[in-house]
């Protein structure tokens, strides 16, 4: 019989809290050295060498076959990345929908973090000219991240009252930034010994190889968050050992359904959809523009997403501190307007420059954790008490590198127009109607509506 009413919550304490923050840490070396840094130039590359070019090449007109399609070989990857944000529609909302229908949370999160994590460590089988089996791989890992991601999430209403959820969202987020840039630098350190320059293969085998290390880190520190968070079902979950995986698929429909009685709460996380996307964009192809188009050293490359990450940092905390003097929502809306300066701003960029690159990197990093987190934070305000896990299932369709329409728009762009300069720009438009939308839903009138106590300042 499945529980009715809500379970008497147990007060979460700072290991608990840690525990939380921790898989933050373990997650965000996928997010920053795979999607960020390698993963794009390396598969661009390996595609490239299936479409006829030769390595080390300036420029590639090649074209590959998958599944009969023909597509531009620099066009691969951002196609790539907007398919499996297209099967993430139909895998997150249902692993949400499973989630709280489970008596126990922390198994699903190692599953789907192991799966991810053995898919990551996989990508060294990928050589030659292997482009098919590195974009299966990539769509079962990110997938598999954004459905650790939910489960992940859903804990985020249980380990903090309204008032403090900026706080701990901001915290989390500080630290995976942290994580993944101190894996980040270590891999930077192994490209700057090991890579030779006028050797391609050879950088090509050490970026494969920074790409595992990002799987078993993953995969390692997973076991922290796994030991110390406690299991805590929520309304919707049901103690008997039911088929969970059936259920959440018939659940899904009821969600959806429910969904709608929240107007107001659809109303913000449309908006979300569409800035984050802009927003994931940026991140996830940062490297491709900046390989393909800016002609820039890898090495460059990466010292640049480090001061990201460590910028990120404090300006995670930087925006979490705005937040409680502007409130969550106006906060991000200030963030989007940087957001805007900063894509207007890379079109400008110089071709083989480096440091306006880095210049234009910190501005990215003192608003990305920010922008992200607060998000994170206000739309577990609009939440139905006991279905976490569905709504942040829906919610992560477009976190932490999952995004599907700018990918599809900035690949689009490059294969009708060949510049990825006009493709990045193009994501301008994601920030405006996002923003837009955002400023023009009730926040305090959609936590009160979802049944919840507004905080102080929203």
């Known amino acids: 019989m499945a529980v009715t009413g809500t379970p008497t919550p147990v007060p979460a304490g700072k290991r608990e809290r840690r525990g939380w923050y921790f898989y933050d840490w373990a997650n965000s070396a996928f997010q920053t050295t795979v999607i960020t840094v390698f993963l794009g130039p390396f598969l661009t590359t390996v595609t490239e060498q299936a479409a006829g070019c030769p390595l080390g090449a300036d420029e590639c007109d090649g074209v590959v076959h998958p599944l009969g399609l023909t597509v531009a070989a620099g066009s691969y990857y951002p196609y790539l990345v907007s398919l499996s944000v297209f099967l993430t529609v139909f895998v997150l909302p249902v692993m949400g929908a499973i989630t709280d229908r489970a008596p126990r949370k922390k198994p699903l999160l190692a599953g789907a973090a192991f799966i991810g994590a053995a898919a990551t460590i996989g990508m060294g089988f990928v050589t030659g000219q292997r482009y098919l089996l590195g974009g299966i791989l990539f769509l079962i890992a990110n997938i598999a991240f954004g459905a650790a991601i939910v489960v992940y999430n859903s804990f985020l209403p249980q380990l903090a009252e309204p008032d403090q959820r900026d ?245 689009l762009i490059f294969q009708l127009t060949n510049s990825y300069r006009l493709g990045i720009v193009s994501l301008v438009v994601f920030f405006l109607i996002g923003g837009i939308l955002l400023a023009f839903v009730p926040i305090r009138r959609a936590i009160i509506a979802a049944g919840n106590t507004p905080p102080t300042l929203v």
């Open 167 to 411: 706080k701990v969202s901001s915290r989390g987020w500080a630290i995976g930034y942290l994580g993944g840039g101190l894996l980040l630098a270590l891999n930077l350190v192994a490209v700057t010994l090991l890579a030779q320059e006028g050797n391609p293969q050879r950088t090509l085998d050490v970026a494969r190889w920074s790409i595992v290390s990002a799987g078993v880190w993953w995969a390692a520190f997973t076991l922290v968050p796994l030991l110390w968070l406690k299991d805590r079902p929520g309304a919707e979950s049901t103690p008997e050992r039911g088929n969970v995986l059936t259920d959440g698929f018939k659940q899904l429909g009821h969600t959806i359904k429910h969904m709608r009685a929240y107007p107001l709460t659809l109303a913000f996380l449309g908006a979300y959809l569409i800035y984050n996307d802009g927003i994931q964009t940026v991140i996830t192809l940062a490297s491709q523009f900046g390989t393909e188009e800016l002609k820039l050293e890898q090495s460059t490359l990466i010292i640049t997403i480090l001061i990201v990450q460590f910028l990120a940092f404090g300006g995670a905390l930087l925006l979490g501190a705005m937040a409680t003097k502007l409130g969550a929502r106006n906060t991000i809306l200030v963030s989007l307007v940087l957001w805007l300066v900063v894509v207007v701003a890379a079109f400008w960029l110089p071709e083989g420059k480096p440091i306006p690159f880095m210049i234009l990197g910190a501005g990215i990093g003192l608003v990305l954790g920010g922008s992200q987190a607060l998000s994170r934070s206000l739309f577990s305000q609009l939440i139905p008490e006991g279905r976490e896990g569905e709504y942040y299932g829906f919610y992560e369709i477009s976190d932490k590198g999952t995004s599907w329409l700018g990918p599809l728009l900035f690949g």
